[in-house]
């Protein structure tokens, strides 16, 4: 006669409450500090493009040439007609002075000498409205080498050389960005919103994103960034159409790692005194509904849904279904159905390397 088996050995866990961070994840989008669009200030052909795509610059460096040729000829006619406005100028002077003691000693009318005189001002404004030209004729020339106005990389160059560039173009030359400190762009949803304004301490929204711990960014191979960073604005009013608000976090980026366009997931750190933490390997899903196995008294097993408030790579926090104090059954779960009787195996925290879920 076969004798019946025992009850199942199981092992169990005690829930308790513990400290714990959790880190709310939201994807962003990563721009350099400063991207300074480069375009061309007057017409003509790309004569010399002196750097390359990716290129690191510095503020004043040239980065492309345009022929000058047209507008030298422009600045020589406009000095020419400055020196031809400053000699009408002089002259009109040498008249006006020379009709003054004839004029004083009553040889001649005083209306030759008025005449003069509206001469020599109109002859000084000639000169003024030259040296105008002239001046606009050697920006012109100056704005035929463009230079780095900052620090950066060089972007995308889509013109070669011999194109014909100029201020009506709508794509411009490069795009220079200033990586040394990079923007991570990111939106909350109403909702995530709200919650944040509840969990943080302050007064004003300034004053919780003052308070607000540094945050991380995961990168797009799942690596976390060496680098904190720091959360600095919100944008002032939710998009209407998207339902969210923009926040805006900055990284140091000294190794220039980070580049203008690249993507990520800014990871905002949420600190909890006590919560209940519950290993994710200790549950189970039905429809779409989280469950644990409880162990009564008379160590039977029952299973239990759990609401969970958060979660991160191990745990999951529980809002309710269970309290501290209760015992679950860790492994094995799938052996298990309610009112089995098992014999628990108490595991303790420490043995499981589970006892900090931070």
């Known amino acids: 006669m076969q004798q019946a088996q025992g009850p199942v050995p199981v092992p169990v866990v005690k829930i308790n409450e513990v400290p714990a961070t959790t ?13 300074v669009e480069i375009r061309a200030q007057v017409d003509g052909y790309l004569e010399e493009i002196f750097v390359d795509e990716g290129a690191y610059v510095k503020a004043g460096q040239p980065l492309f040439r345009i022929n000058a040729q047209r507008y030298s000829e422009l600045l020589n006619n406009a000095n020419s007609n400055l020196s031809a406005a400053k000699a009408a100028m002089n002259k009109a002077k040498i008249e006006m002075e020379r009709l003054q003691p004839l004029v004083e000693n009553n040889i001649v009318s005083d209306v030759q000498l008025k005449t003069a005189q509206s001469a020599y001002e109109a002859a000084k404004a000639n000169v003024a409205q030259a040296q105008a030209m002239s001046q606009n004729a050697g920006i012109n020339v100056g704005y035929t080498l463009i230079k780095a ?5 060089v972007g995308r160059i889509p013109y070669k050389k011999g194109s014909l560039v100029g201020r009506t173009e709508p794509q411009a030359l490069t795009v220079i960005s200033d990586v040394s400190e990079v923007y991570a ?14 969990h943080y301490p302050g007064a004003t929204v300034e004053d919780k994103i003052k308070q607000l711990p540094p945050v991380a960014l995961k990168l797009a191979d799942n690596s976390i960034y060496s680098e904190r960073g720091k959360i600095e604005i919100v944008q002032g009013q939710f998009d209407k159409t998207m339902g969210a608000i923009t ?13 203008t366009g690249s993507t990520g997931k800014v990871q905002l750190p949420e600190t909890h005194n006590a919560v209940l933490a519950v290993p994710q390997e200790a549950t189970f899903e039905i429809q779409d509904k989280v469950f644990v196995f409880t162990v009564t008294n008379d160590n039977k097993v029952m299973s239990q849904p759990i609401q969970i408030a958060d979660k991160n790579s191990k745990y999951y926090f529980v809002e309710s279904g269970i309290k501290a104090g209760d015992k679950i059954a860790y492994s094995g779960l799938d052996h298990l159905k309610d009112s089995t009787v098992i014999a628990p195996q108490l595991l303790s925290m420490d043995s499981l390397m589970l006892v900090n879920p931070i």
């Open 23 to 35: 880190y709310r994840e939201y994807t962003a989008t990563v721009e350099g500090k400063v991207n």
């Open 149 to 153: 106005p900052v620090n950066g990389y």
């Open 185 to 198: 762009y990111f939106s909350m949803s109403e909702a995530d919103y709200l919650k944040f304004e509840n």
């Open 247 to 259: 926040f805006r976090a900055a990284f140091p980026n000294a190794k220039g790692l980070l580049r």
